[in-house]
């Protein structure tokens, strides 16, 4: 095996390391940003926000004095 | 433009993402560990520069992905300063980061092959520098990008300095054949068509085809994650902010 070799095996493992550090950092936080968007408090405020506001209808009484 | 149209809307891209991304890891982990295990393993050495050559084989993919995705920024920044599409903003802050790492690993991988090659780490030359200035340019644009609170502000001068970049992707990619470089000149993709025996520029066109396929597995993934940011925060109320 030549010395060059040495230059290959560094190479190669600069690069997997710089790419598997980088691979696994999006990982993880997509992990995280997916848990924390689908847990079940955040997923009901959602929901809640997106429904139709209640229109209350009252009936007005004729005022007596007019 | 009208996939560009279509994907801008964040419940389609996530409905895309999810067909896309396991497709683009499959075939990232499938083309790379067969590129570089041929590469490493199968394709002879190089009649002059022995085995050092080997190196190429991650250095030259990673070179072509820094000037791609750069084209990829530049694109995206327009879009969202044209058309303001958030989905474009997300894909250039994203993209810069990913061409940073790229940018990085073509930068050291070059050094260690121009030891045995060369006999130094590191010359002056034309192709080296715009390289090194292009890592510039990308760190550049990820601190511009953070120090604007405003988006549409920091679109504007993201596009603007990724535009005015432009010129130094046009010299990294002529600089071996304008000046007087030690650096190799072009030859996988020439007019006389390719310089290099099929025995090396089979592995080193699949590896590239993983490499790209590692920085679109990239992309939608820290796209979608920013997308579940966004929306998390949004979700928040100030004071849950705090």
């Not at chain 2, 396991?22 to 590469?39: E, M, R, Y």
């Not at chain 2, 780490?121 to 034309?126: A, E, H, R, S």
């Amino acid at each position: 095996m030549s010395g060059d070799w040495n230059y290959v095996f560094l190479a190669y493992s600069v690069t997997l390391l710089l790419l598997a550090s980088f691979i696994l950092q999006s990982f993880i936080a997509y992990l995280n940003a997916k848990k924390r968007v689908s847990e079940p408090e955040l997923e009901a405020k959602e929901i809640s926000d997106h429904q139709p506001s209640e229109i209350k209808l009252e009936t007005i009484e004729p005022d007596a004095s007019t | 433009m009208k996939w560009i149209a279509y994907l801008a809307n964040p419940d389609r891209f996530s409905r895309f993402n999810r067909y896309a991304l396991p497709l683009c890891v499959l075939s990232a982990i499938f083309l790379t560990s067969i590129g570089l295990g041929w590469g490493l393993f199968y394709a002879p050495a190089d009649y002059l520069q022995g085995d050092a050559a080997r190196i190429l084989f991650i250095h030259v993919p990673s070179a072509w992905l820094s000037l791609f995705i750069y084209i990829g920024v530049t694109l995206s920044a327009v879009i969202f300063w044209v058309w303001r599409h958030n989905l474009a903003d997300i894909a250039a802050q994203e993209m810069a980061l990913i061409g940073t790492v790229f940018t990085l690993i073509s930068l050291v991988t070059g050094a260690i092959w121009g030891k045995p090659s060369w006999g130094v780490y590191w010359v002056w030359d034309i192709r080296l520098v715009s390289q090194l200035l292009l890592l510039m340019i990308y760190l550049g644009i990820l601190m511009l990008r953070q120090s604007q609170t405003d988006a549409a502000a920091a679109a504007r001068f993201v596009a603007m300095l990724a535009l005015a970049g432009l010129i130094n992707i046009f010299i990294v990619k002529y600089s071996v054949e304008i000046w007087n470089s030690q650096h190799q000149g072009p030859s996988v993709i020439t007019s006389e068509g390719s310089k290099i025996h099929a025995s090396m520029l089979w592995p080193l066109m699949v590896t590239a085809f993983g490499f790209h396929f590692i920085f679109f597995s990239l992309l939608l993934t820290r796209m979608q994650t920013q997308l579940l940011n966004r929306r998390w925060s949004r979700l928040l109320t100030p004071q849950e902010k705090l």
